[in-house]
């Protein structure tokens, strides 16, 4: 157990990504009345070192905290104290599309455009904030399971590619988005758009209705030009209509 500034309570983690580590948190009573679990994401260390990260932080945090949808994970407060920069987000109960699709493989064709439909509604309200999620694959798409028949998909991590994109302290470059389900544009210098990430969903979708994303490849490298280069293999059985839209 660690204590996030005044507020907050960490407990345990949750997992670990290339932007920082998850944990499962808990808001103390202030007197306001507003506690009980969250999920906090704290970003690398390395990160306070950085002047440009700082004051991208400082200036996209009015955003995420603005961000609202019933498919974004809430965005409920952003902490910078001494060398730690945090994000304060709703707490998911119920894992992620990732593990979903491991226990159940290819999903039937309705449940898998619901899904996605379920996200895209989430990138819509982002976009027109300004906001590109820049990593959008399943395991950022939390899937509540509460007293519900069909999963409620919740996409979360928004911003913080963006947020923590550039060089390191160290000089290293830090690496945006997944390859796997990465848009060819974000291995280049070019500005990342909301396309971007309709690219990506379109990857997910694939995985959905396939049971498997539509390019293996040995190294990132490797991936990145498949997804530049080459067509994606047909999809057994699906409607036609819905390949043309995939």
Sequence with gaps: MRRLGSRYVLHEPLGRGAGGEVWRGERLDDGTGDQGPVAV????????EDPAFIDRFLRERRVLLA??????????????????????????????????????????????????????????????????????????????TTGRDT???MLTDFGIAGLTQGRSAAGLSVTIG??????????????AGPAADLYSAGVVLYELLAGRPPFAAPNPIAMIRAHAFDPPPPIEGLAEPLWDAL
């Design 41 to 48: 994401k704290v970003l690398r260390p390395e990160l306070a």
């Design 67 to 144: 961000l609202d949808d019933p498919h974004l994970v809430k965005v409920r407060d952003v902490v910078a104290e001494g060398g730690t920069f945090a994000i304060v987000m709703d707490l998911v109960d119920g894992g992620d599309l990732r593990g979903y699709l491991r226990e159940r493989g290819r999903l039937p064709q309705a449940q898998a455009v619901d899904l996605i439909a379920q996200v895209l509604s989430a990138l819509a309200v982002a976009h027109r904030a300004g906001v590109v999620h820049q990593d959008v694959k399943p395991a950022n798409i939390l899937l509540d």
């Design 151 to 153: 999963p409620w998909a």
């Design 178 to 191: 997944t390859p796997m389900y990465m848009a060819p544009e974000l291995a280049t210098d070019r500005p």
